[in-house]
């Protein structure tokens, strides 16, 4: 039989607890959405916790995929499918998650820089984010200082994320800091960067806490910042 026709006659809920959760991890990596969704529904049926699904089966999965996207095991395309299969468990937990009172890991805004419509690593970054469990806010593209900020007061967010593509778009990332240091708002936040054209100097430079240089680094230095500002 091939892999293939195994996999399609494989009856998810006929296996136990521990393996369906590996069975989950592999089918997060192969970004199957449809058993995601399935598995996510049988562990819930057997009365896990909206949580322990969460952190068992999908957080679980999802590191598996962070650490191999990292080691550049896993490119772009298959992360995202991932991602992608990772939502659909997350459609179904979220709901239930938010009755249960389960706290994420951390809050985080995440926007691409004015004038830069690119946002392809920006939604890459946002998913793995929710991946490891945090609440994320995406506020898109092309976001001005005053979106930032707004979304800043009414989200109250551990962490700002912010992208940029361009050279001529990376300086405004220090627009948007500098006028959080004017309102005196600027240590009430953790603030990451990243994109393509930035490096370690230019996070430095701009006044960021850290310049993140993929998806894989984000979600290890949010949950670093995280853990460092919980510990305080
Ligand atoms: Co444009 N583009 N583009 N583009 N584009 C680049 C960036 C460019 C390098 C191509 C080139 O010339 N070689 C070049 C910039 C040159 C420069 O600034 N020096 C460029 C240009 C010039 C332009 C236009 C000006 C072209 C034109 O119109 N003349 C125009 C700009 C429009 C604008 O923004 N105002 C433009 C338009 C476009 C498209 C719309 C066609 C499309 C974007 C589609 C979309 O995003 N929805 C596009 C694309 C696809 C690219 C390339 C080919 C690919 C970018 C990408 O998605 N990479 C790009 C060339 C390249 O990079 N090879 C290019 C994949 C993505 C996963 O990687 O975004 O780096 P990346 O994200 C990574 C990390 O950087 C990091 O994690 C991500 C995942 O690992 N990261 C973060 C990113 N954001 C983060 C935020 C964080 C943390 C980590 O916060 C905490």
């Known amino acids: ?13 006929s296996l136990s607890d521990d393996e369906l959760t590996e069975q989950m991890h592999d089918d997060l990596y192969d970004g199957m959405e449809d058993e ?10 057997r009365g896990w916790m909206p949580d322990r699904v969460l952190n068992d089966a999908l957080v679980g999965g999802m590191n598996i ?5 990292r080691d550049g095991i896993l490119f772009v395309p298959e992360v995202l499918m991932a991602a992608n299969a990772m939502k659909a468990g997350m459609k179904i937990l979220r709901p239930l998650l938010a009755e249960t009172g389960a706290l994420p890991v951390g809050k985080a805004v995440i926007g691409t820089v004015k004038g830069d419509i690119h946002d ?3 939604n890459l970054v946002a998913m793995m984010w929710e991946g490891a469990g945090f ?6 593209i092309n976001c001005p200082v005053d979106k930032y900020l ?33 309102q005196g708002i600027r240590d009430d936040f953790i603030v990451l960067v990243g994109g393509a054209p930035l490096n ?8 960021a806490d850290a310049y993140c240089r993929d998806a894989a680094v984000a979600v290890e230095t949010a949950k670093k910042f995280i853990a460092a500002k919980r510990a305080a």
């Open 135 to 140: 609440e994320v806010i995406d506020l898109g």
């Open 150 to 182: 707004a979304a800043l007061e009414e989200h109250k967010p551990d962490i700002l994320g912010m992208s940029a593509l361009l050279t001529t778009t990376m300086p405004y990332m220090k627009v948007v800091i500098d006028t959080m240091k004017e």
């Open 200 to 207: 370690e100097e230019f996070g430095d430079a701009v006044g």
């Open 36 to 45: 995601i969704a399935e598995g996510t529904t049988i562990l819930l049926g």
């Open 65 to 69: 995929v962070g650490v191999d996207f």
């Open 1 to 13: 039989m091939s892999e293939d026709q195994f996999e399609e006659d494989l009856d998810l809920s």
């Open 120 to 122: 392809i690593g920006k």
